[in-house]
């Protein structure tokens, strides 16, 4: 039976590239689903035009019945709407509600917590829900998963994104950022999460060309929460960004440090605004300005460190792409993956504990998005 794909913010930035994918490598219909229908019908028209049938519907996914109403028409649902700290939870109870397969690109560590250590509970879960799959969170975490499964035991799993305005279009990565730089932020340190500083603990980290050397520091993601959760053992995980170019990184600390990227109220004239929100929207009109000095690349590093055969051994995994593919495309994998995956039981996933990486890496490089994998060892 051909499946139905439904693609929540399916006409935006990141969905249309979940989209492109589907319509190249999927031979089930593809329901694109976005609050602004002027997008919807520019996707279709563009669709067509090389010989690939979509519909559309409209999805306001603040409003709980359109939502649910719209999830009702798929088999499988991906959904691309952020910021995911405003909309991923009430998305993911009722996609819970129903008998469909679900895969997301929630990249908000708070968001992380809640759905898999937080009291809320989701009930009775139908279907497979694989949550953060998508460029990091998502291959960071099946690149992790790799490394995890061929050492005897792992100690550490460190990652690392960079990430530039030039390479990016949407309001929703610029309000994720905000968030991720902005106060205390989870990591995995000597086997328990902790709250550390966003923006401390400065590291270079060596991306592949055109990225080159990148200072990178603290920043909050999802995978420190869930990576203990699914490879048992593991005593640290730590997640760091930065972003191209480096002054960019002195401006967003700037703002962080006199609470412009809080959601804090503030007055304008006798008009309550948050101050995040604002700020998001300044950035945004202003584009332009934040592109200039950027490259059209953003990238991802993983090391994993442990032990096989006695001795110390660390694999590193890196790749560099445009943001829209490293983070659709993963997207798509999964949902196509789990339309031919009988085998996973139905709950709640992070992609360490549903997404297989050998198959996971083939279909990467079909798509020409390479992992570079290296590894270290050294005797005790």
């Known amino acids: 039976m051909t499946k139905k794909f439904l693609v929540l913010g399916g006409a935006g930035d ?7 994918d589907l319509a190249i490598h999927s031979d089930g219909e593809i329901l694109i689903g976005d609050i602004n229908e002027k997008s919807i019908d520019k996707a279709i028209s563009k669709l067509r035009k090389k010989g690939v049938e979509a519909s559309g519907i409209k999805v306001d996914v603040a409003n709980r019945s359109m939502l649910s109403d719209s999830i009702s028409k798929a088999d499988v649902v991906i959904n691309t709407v ?45 279907g497979r829900k694989v949550i953060g799959m998508g460029w990091t969170p998502g291959i960071t975490n099946v690149c992790a998963k790799d490394g995890f499964s061929e050492l005897d035991t792992a100690d550490e799993i460190n990652i690392a994104w960079v990430g530039s305005a030039a390479d990016a279009a949407g309001k929703a990565v610029i309000e994720h950022t905000f968030h991720a730089v902005t106060g205390d932020v989870p ?14 603990f400065h590291r270079e980290i060596d991306f592949p060309e055109p990225i080159g050397k990148v200072d990178t520091y603290y920043t ?28 960019q990184n002195h401006l967003v ?20 605004v948050s101050s995040r929100q604002f700020l998001v929207s300044f950035v945004y009109e202003t584009m332009e300005q934040f592109r200039a000095g950027g490259i059209e690349q953003s990238g991802f590093w993983v090391e994993v460190k442990g ?11 890196s790749g560099a792409d445009r943001m829209k593919r490293l983070t659709g495309i993963p997207a798509a994998v999964a949902a196509e993956y ?43």
């Open 14 to 20: 990141m969905g249309s590239s979940v989209v492109s």
């Open 82 to 126: 952020g910021p995911f700290y405003r909309f991923e939870e009430a998305i993911i109870e009722e996609v819970s509600k129903q008998e469909v397969d679900y895969v997301d690109i929630c990249d908000d560590y708070d968001v992380a917590y809640s759905i898999f250590l937080g009291k809320r509970k989701y009930g009775n879960v139908r």
């Open 187 to 200: 990591m995995f340190l000597d086997g328990k999460i902790s709250k550390v500083p966003a923006r401390q």
């Open 253 to 272: 600390s700037q703002f962080a440090d006199i609470g412009m990227t809080e959601n804090r109220i503030i007055d304008v004239n006798g008009v309550k």
């Open 338 to 380: 789990l339309g031919t995956n009988k085998s996973l039981k139905k709950g709640i996933y992070a992609p360490e504990g549903a997404i297989d990486p050998a198959v996971f890496f083939k279909e990467l490089r079909k798509r020409k998005i390479i992992v570079k994998k290296y590894v270290q060892t050294e005797e005790f």
């Open 307 to 317: 032990k096989k055969g006695g001795k110390k051994k660390t694999i590193l995994y």
């Open 220 to 247: 909050g993601h999802p995978e420190p929460i869930t990576i203990p959760i699914f490879l048992k053992g593991v005593k640290q995980v730590t997640v760091r960004g930065s972003l191209v170019p480096d002054w």
